[in-house]
């Protein structure tokens, strides 16, 4: 979270998977209740209802700013970001966030209107503490591309292939001299959260068990746990599969791996760090830190007001 006169920045990946700011993650899933939840922790007050972050699933949403959902958990990452800061309650920010490059030019008005509100003081109170947010502006950047712009070296090659593996969608482009090459960008619905489905049906098929995406998760991670070596192995199987379709995707896209350098991102960077086929991509780079595009868009959003300035 950065400040410009007085106004904090605050960068947000509003992922399907998780939430991100520049230093907190939580999932993407919230339930609305009318009075206070048994449970404590992550509530959300806000226009007379109370909301319960994290719990829940979250469904696909073509255009987010038809759904009212991903605004309140836009509440609460910004309560998250500055209770991690410990700054003001009531403040002026700057959010930055971001489209895939595919919707950019359509989606961007509406939904920088969407997070902007007109502008109009923001109250709600989250964890119990009470919040008054004026949102004074909203910048938004492609993503993938605004977290590889923060990343020099990796573009002194004439061509990197970029994949974004976000919970949802799957966002693949060649950057040529620097720049998208708009014709290979494609924003496909190969997301982890599926991975994570069809793990779960073939475990289910093969061993009549039911496991939760968190299990799969740590073992996908190499997280140690009691789980029965076969459910390990269907998990680790089906992680190389899917991996190699992650691939396929980007060789239908007309791109070549074993041409030129690609770049993995997003949630899903870690399982094609530990599954990738080896010698199947010239030079793979693996940036797995969930919140790359948060920060990313934290960044240039700063850089792009003290140029206003």
């Not at 793990?199 to 009549?208: G, M, Y």
């Not at 199947?280 to 940036?287: A, D, E, K, R, T």
């Amino acid at each position: 979270m950065k400040q410009f006169n007085d106004i904090t920045i605050i960068g947000i990946d509003q992922g399907y998977g998780n939430m991100k700011t520049a230093n907190t993650i939580f999932p993407t899933a919230i339930t609305a209740y009318d009075t206070a939840p048994m449970f404590k922790g992550d509530v959300l007050e806000y226009g007379g209802k109370f909301y319960r972050v994290g719990e829940g699933h979250k469904g696909f949403v073509a255009d987010k700013s038809t759904d009212g959902d991903f605004y309140l958990l836009t509440l609460a990452a910004i309560a998250k970001e500055i209770a991690y800061r410990n700054a003001p309650t009531a403040t002026s920010v700057i959010l930055a966030a971001g489209l895939p490059l595919t919707s950019f030019g359509r989606e961007k008005k509406a939904f920088r209107a969407y997070l902007l509100r007109e502008g109009k003081p923001v109250s709600f109170l989250y964890e119990g503490i009470s919040y008054e947010i004026s949102v004074q502006d909203v910048k938004l950047f492609p993503q993938g591309y605004a977290a590889i712009l923060q990343h020099s070296d990796l573009l002194n090659e004439p061509s990197v292939i970029l994949a974004d593996i976000g919970g949802w969608t799957v966002d693949i482009m060649r950057l040529d001299n620097r720049i998208p090459y708009a014709a290979s960008c494609r924003s496909l619905e190969l997301g982890m959260i599926r991975c994570l489905d069809e793990i779960a049906e073939q475990v289910r098929r093969s061993l009549n068990l039911s496991l939760t995406s968190v299990q799969i998760e740590n073992v996908l991670r190499g997280i140690p746990d009691s789980m029965d070596d076969r459910v390990k192995a269907i998990i680790q199987r089906e992680a190389g599969l899917y991996a190699r379709r992650i691939l396929s995707a980007i060789a239908e896209a007309g791109l070549d791996c074993r041409a030129m350098p690609v770049v993995f991102l997003g949630g899903g960077a870690g399982l094609m760090k530990r599954y990738l086929p080896q010698g199947s991509v010239l030079h793979p780079v693996i940036l797995d830190d969930d919140k790359l595009n948060a920060q990313a868009y934290e960044r240039l959003a700063s850089q792009v007001a003290g140029h206003a300035g």
